[in-house]
């Protein structure tokens, strides 16, 4: 098998440079290249017999752009990437005051069958290699001419669930030599595998991990993620409570607000005495309203904002996440769910 050189460390490329016969310095220049989704003629300082060596012996694994979507309301761009085997995943570009945001696929297809997620619907298929997350950055800035600053492991997958390629990946993305992306600026998203957060927390990285809470009790839980039946919210609280003493990093919780599901004043009560029950930092929940999918309901406005004020006065920290990318289906999953139909 061929290399995937996107998805090696400068060590490792400079360990193939010089079985290659090449001088150790060449690695650096290569990768410098790749990070910017150069590859063959386009390595202008890299020897012609060491470019054509590299093309026998690796693989540039760039994310091709298949379908691109702007936002008219706010410019964010959603694209549907196809991988080197025809297979699609998404990610979207966001822009905020604090600089370009990238949210990244992890997986192709997902296998935790949370009822509210589109990207779920049809299973999982593979997973995604540390190169192919790098290269949706990679691809995204190619195509914006613009910096990415931060990413959010939020798109396509449970990252967690692709643990080894994950942790590669945030190796390989902080790299000074590479896309330089502190870790302090990448968020990962989990529906709550305890085992790899417990196993997160040993690994020395200072990322903000992203809780899919979706509920203030099991009943509920279980219902819309069946993740719950394995780890239900006691043992997940418990794993959060165990990374925040181990790491000092403050986690964030995402709950995705349903109509007639987890919206009501009386849940945002539940949802505190749960979150303080277990959570002994101040907890952050993050609301997001919904987007369709199929069988579930956005909950209203009113009951967004009031969910959020009653979170507030019982001292929990709550925010609305902005809901960009409306008009283009920019949540994830629906774009390639559309392409797989076709």
């Known amino acids: 098998m061929k290399h995937d050189i996107l998805s090696m460390t400068l060590p490792e490329l400079e360990a193939l440079v010089l079985e ?9 220049q290569i990768y410098g290249w790749i990070c910017k989704g150069a590859w063959g003629d386009e390595m202008k300082n890299i020897p012609t017999r060491l470019r054509q060596a590299l093309d026998d012996v690796c693989e540039f694994r760039l994310p091709k752009v298949l379908k691109r979507l702007v936002s008219q309301i706010d410019g964010t761009i959603k694209y549907l990437f196809e991988l080197i085997d025809g297979e699609c995943i998404e990610s979207v570009f966001m822009r905020y005051e604090h600089g370009n945001t990238l949210c990244i696929s992890s997986q192709v297809g997902c296998r ?19 190169g192919e997350m790098l290269g949706q950055i990679i691809s995204a800035q190619r195509d914006t001419g613009e910096r990415i600053s931060n990413v959010v492991m939020m798109g396509i997958g449970e990252p967690l669930d692709n643990y080894d390629n994950t942790i590669k990946f945030l190796k390989l993305v902080s790299s000074p030599d590479g896309l330089n992306i502190g870790l302090r600026h990448i968020s990962v998203s989990s529906c709550g595998l305890v085992d790899k957060i417990d196993k997160l927390s040993h690994e020395g990285l200072p990322i903000t991990l ?3 809470l979706h509920a203030y009790d099991d009943e509920i839980r279980s219902a819309i993620m069946p993740i719950n039946n394995k780890y239900n919210i006691e ?7 165990r990374y925040f003493e181990k790491t000092g990093r ?5 709950y995705t607000l349903i109509a007639d599901k987890n919206d009501t004043i009386e849940g945002a009560t539940r949802l505190a005495q749960v979150l303080k029950g277990y959570i002994h930092s101040t907890p952050h929940v993050n609301l997001i309203p919904l987007n369709e999918v199929e069988s579930t309901r956005l909950s209203t406005s009113k009951n967004v904002n009031a969910f959020k004020n009653k979170l507030i006065s019982l001292g929990i920290n709550a925010t609305v996440r902005r809901r960009l990318g409306s008009d283009i289906n920019a949540s994830c999953g629906q774009l390639r769910r559309q392409s797989t139909k076709k």
């Open 20 to 28: 290659l016969g090449e001088s150790k310095f060449r690695a650096k």
């Open 112 to 130: 935790m069958g949370c009822k509210f997620c589109a990207s779920t619907i049809d299973g999982r298929v593979r997973d995604l290699s540390a």
């Open 210 to 212: 992203s809780i899919s």
């Open 235 to 241: 043992a997940l609280l418990s794993a959060c409570e």
């Open 250 to 254: 403050r986690i964030s919780f995402e």
